[in-house]
């Protein structure tokens, strides 16, 4: 299994845990094409499909304490509605930022 298809298998898991995230969001692996040199299929997307009482706070928190306990702390993108949010440091700053476009996607009406 390559490490980008493991880290985003371990990210599922890490926010199917949580209890917050668990509630209000279904969080599923979309596979893109595989490379030439690669046999089946390659994971690249991890996208919440939220429901009922789904907090975007909760979900960027999720995501950043997991990211804090990975060794090479691997930088996340988050896709919703159009809109990719890109954690790198996972500073107060950026993860205020995902909220807020996260929370926005939500208001405008993005698929459930």
Request: a negative charge; hydrophobic letters at 40%.
């Amino acid at each position: 299994m390559e490490s980008v298809e493991r880290e985003l298998r371990s990210l599922q898991n890490w926010l199917r845990s949580n209890p917050d995230v668990r509630r209000s969001a279904v969080v599923e692996l979309h596979g893109g094409a595989p490379r030439p040199e690669e046999m089946g299929t390659a994971f690249d997307v991890l996208e919440p499909v939220t429901g009922n009482g789904w907090s975007a706070a909760s979900f960027v928190m999720a995501v950043v304490a997991w990211r804090q306990s990975r060794p090479q702390r691997p930088r996340v993108e988050i896709r919703r509605a159009g809109t990719v949010i890109v954690l790198t440091d996972c500073s107060e700053e950026e993860t205020e930022r995902a909220t807020r476009v996260l929370e926005a996607a939500q208001a405008d009406g993005a698929p459930e």
